[in-house]
């Protein structure tokens, strides 16, 4: 029997692409093994910052060490950085014998097979960003039991300045809502409580068919799928959301109450430099209707700091609105450049050290706003799925509310999967805590 490790970096889209790979190679009879037994180590890459890759190239290296005394294990390294620079990896580490874009990944399994016989490097490119080999596997093997990602877009047409996503993922592409409605049909038969919608921009969903079924209507069937408990989403572009999806969300108490929806500046200026499409004005006006019509929503959104030109005006206008639309959560990056986007080849490119400075001071307004918000959440009841150990603490299990709030509670394993009322009694800047009513 050949033995796999399979390890994923970057976000949740690469974590669906790896339970499917997973779940396809125990199909073939393989065994998934610590990555220091395996045969074949898997790695899912992310290529959305610098560091991302460079975190990647340093276990290649490491593995590498190893196959040249022993001529195992193989690496096959697909997803965005195999895209990116996996000709290169190639040719500097003898360890990688598979190199597969994201949207090759249905030879993958088989070709997996064969480098563990020692064949020849495979290298599967995504050469046409609009071509697709996707791997038709439900995810049913996953980490986590009762709950589970379904990708229903591929790739991105926005072409933000700075982002290397429309270069390694491809073209705009939404799956068919049959093979959608399958996958969750299969996925809720066995035991998943909460799926979660995934695609870089899901509100673009459909836009490509032209046949007026859109993202909305595939949430309204998605969440009719009896079974199923929870619906989430992610992630949101405010240029396509639609009023529609309010609607939807309004009509079905059991898509949860939280939306992502990225800023990435409050500076106009900076908006148009970085090809977003919107005005701060007319985010503010979408984050005033988002509300209107879900009161208890919760917001979350990405901003980015030091882009190219940003200047300590561009960064206060950043500032101010995170001061005024009190976010949830924030995540926040520096500006890493990209090669072969626009942002990498602008003129103004800001210090590290200036990036660095703006991200903490961003990232201290956030813990303080983030705590003032959770803060009011003490005394209020919830429910929550429980899904996981808590990451301190013994005798100790979390959960996340309908709102995405994080809530830890004691418990043990035998909680998981289990919807629990609970009553919160004590809030920090990232997670709340709580007792069983």
């Known amino acids: 029997m050949h033995k796999f490790s399979i390890r994923v970096f970057g976000c949740q889209m690469n974590s669906y692409d790896g339970d499917r790979l997973r779940t396809a190679l125990l199909h073939q009879k393989w065994e998934e093994v610590p990555d220091g037994e395996a045969d074949v180590v898997i790695l899912v890459t992310c290529s959305i910052r610098e560091k991302a890759e460079q975190k990647v190239a340093s276990e290649i290296g490491r593995y590498d060490a190893v196959y040249k005394r022993k001529k195992s294990p193989a690496v096959a390294l697909v997803g965005c950085m195999a895209q990116r620079i996996g000709r290169e990896m190639a040719k500097k580490f003898s360890c990688v014998r598979l190199v597969s874009g994201p949207r090759h990944l249905g030879l993958v399994p088989q070709a997996v097979t064969e480098i563990s016989s020692g064949t020849q490097p495979r290298f599967f490119m995504d050469d046409d960003p609009r071509a697709l080999l996707d791997l038709e596997v439900a995810p049913t093997a996953r980490t986590n039991p009762f709950k589970a990602y379904v990708t229903i877009t591929y790739g991105c047409d926005r072409f933000c300045s700075y982002c290397i996503v429309p270069y390694v993922r491809g073209r705009l592409q939404s799956r068919a809502a049959d093979d959608i409605l399958k996958e ?12 979660t919608l995934l695609g870089q921009n899901v509100d673009a969903y459909g836009k490509d068919l032209n046949d007026g079924y859109g993202f909305a209507s595939l949430l309204r069937d998605a969440a009719n799928q009896p079974g199923l408990t929870r619906l989430r989403f992610a992630t949101s572009h405010p240029k396509d959301f639609d009023g529609d999806i309010l609607e939807v969300m309004r009509e079905r108490p059991d898509i949860c109450r939280a939306i992502n929806l990225p800023v990435q500046s409050g500076s106009d200026r900076i908006l148009r430099e970085m090809n977003r499409g ?22 979350t959104t990405d901003l980015i700091v030091g882009f190219p030109g940003e200047t300590d005006e561009d960064f206060r206008a950043s500032y101010d609105l995170l001061r005024e639309v009190k976010f949830d959560i924030v995540h926040t990056a520096a500006y890493s450049p990209r090669e072969g986007t626009r942002a990498a080849m602008m003129d103004g490119q800001i210090d590290n050290r200036v990036k660095a400075a703006r991200l903490n001071e961003i990232n201290a307004l956030q813990s303080q706003i983030a705590r003032t918000a959770n803060e009011e959440y003490v005394g209020a009841e919830f429910e929550i799925l429980a899904d996981g150990l808590a990451p301190r603490g013994e005798g100790k299990i979390q959960g996340r509310t309908m709102t995405d709030k994080v809530v830890i509670i004691p418990g043990c394993e035998e909680d998981f999967g289990k919807i629990i009322p609970v009553r919160i009694t004590r809030a920090s800047h990232w997670s709340l805590e709580g007792e069983r009513i």
């Open 278 to 299: 919107y005005t701060s004005g007319q985010y503010l006006a979408l984050v005033d209707k988002i509300r209107g019509a879900l009161p208890d929503v919760s917001l």
């Open 184 to 195: 969750t049909r299969t996925l809720i038969d066995g035991g998943v409580k909460e799926i």
